[in-house]
């Protein structure tokens, strides 16, 4: 019995904790955390164009679909274009 009520009170701190973050934040937080790994991941991409040629497209296609998260695969797609356009 003591067992269930200390698993009540837990489920009550995580959705306390879950509630206590806004989608906003989390988004930004996310995005500061994973920067530097979706520019190396898109520096990456971008270093097989010239082996790979005109399979580049698709390749980068299926790169990026196996991603994951696809909030990750988002930044790598947008740093892609960023370092294209840059270069």
């Known amino acids: 019995m003591p067992d269930?009520?200390?698993d009540h009170d837990h489920?009550?701190?995580h959705d306390h904790d879950h509630d206590h973050a806004a989608p906003n934040t989390s988004r930004a937080d996310y995005h500061r955390t994973h920067q530097a790994r979706a520019q190396a991941e898109a520096e990456r991409l971008l270093a097989?164009?010239?082996r790979?040629?005109?399979?580049?497209?698709a390749w980068?296609?299926?790169?990026?679909y196996a991603l994951s998260p696809p909030q990750f695969a988002s930044m790598v797609r947008r740093e892609l274009q960023r370092l294209q356009e840059g270069g």
């Open 52 to 57: 790979l040629g005109v399979r580049w497209l």
């Open 60 to 64: 980068v296609a299926g790169e990026l």
């Open 4 to 6: 269930h009520d200390h």
């Open 11 to 13: 489920d009550h701190d």
């Open 48 to 50: 097989a164009r010239g």
